[in-house]
């Protein structure tokens, strides 16, 4: 027996020989590698999916090290998108494996979605507009997609649930995203989200441009979010024909 074959033994022992060759076939695109994404790809990774574009135009900082599972004191400074390449390939040598040190937004669309395809997108990103323009851009292409609302400001990991982004709430996140897809005539969206009302925090840093407040974060939260979001590709993947 192959070490490819062993090392995902366990997992095809639950979702069967036909699932793990889908998965093996499947490209899945995440974008945004911090604290949810970076668990999401970690999740994939252990799966056996067979190839990940890995997007984030970040680096690893010091107030990383509390939740992203990629940040440690030796890669602080190195490229997220980088990094989670690496540890992907330590999990598994022969995933296809395509970081992009790269920002998403409605200019760089095309750089993305130009000659390649995906089986299913990720959005783990934090800015609405460019969430919005993804969601968008994975509709016009038939491409199944997943997006993460907040993560910050929260203690119960408990509350994650994947659902459509027309039955949240509670999620401030959540219901900015909501409010502007009915503007673009998009009423459902898969998500995943906790109706757990944001906790009040103190403020302890500087907020970068264009952003109002830092969100608090605790180690368990984001982590939780993030490998639900990979189970829920995972069994879409294997269950598309």
């Known amino acids: 027996m192959d070490w490819e074959k062993t090392a995902f033994l366990r997992t095809e022992m639950i979702l069967g020989a036909q699932a793990m060759e889908r998965l093996q076939a499947s490209h ?34 010091i107030t990383n090290l509390n939740r992203q599972i990629g940040a440690l004191h030796s890669t602080l400074g190195k490229q997220k998108a980088e990094v989670t390449a690496q540890r992907v390939l330590d999990i598994n040598p022969a995933c296809q494996v395509y970081p992009r040190v790269e920002f998403y937004d409605a200019d760089s ?82 998500v995943v989200y906790s109706p757990e009302l944001p906790m009040p925090t103190e403020q302890k840093e500087a907020p970068p441009p264009g952003r109002r407040s830092v969100p608090a974060s605790v180690a368990w939260v984001p982590a939780c979010a993030g490998l639900m979001i990979a189970g829920a590709v995972i069994t879409d993947l294997c269950e598309m024909g």
């Open 109 to 190: 669309r095309e750089r993305f979605f130009g000659d390649t395809t995906y089986d299913y997108i990720v959005d783990a990103i934090d800015l609405v507009s460019c969430k919005l323009d993804l969601i968008e851009t994975a509709l016009a292409h038939g491409i199944p997609m997943i997006s993460s609302m907040g993560t910050g400001n929260k203690l119960d990991a408990s509350g994650f649930r994947v659902a459509d982004i027309a039955e949240t709430s509670g999620c401030p996140l959540a219901r900015i995203v909501r409010k502007e897809l009915r503007k673009r005539g998009i009423f459902h969206h898969k």
């Open 28 to 61: 899945v695109i995440v974008f945004g590698l911090g604290g949810v994404g970076g668990y999401v790809a970690e999740g994939l990774a252990r799966s056996g999916v067979g190839k990940l574009t890995l997007v984030d135009h970040d680096t690893i900082g």
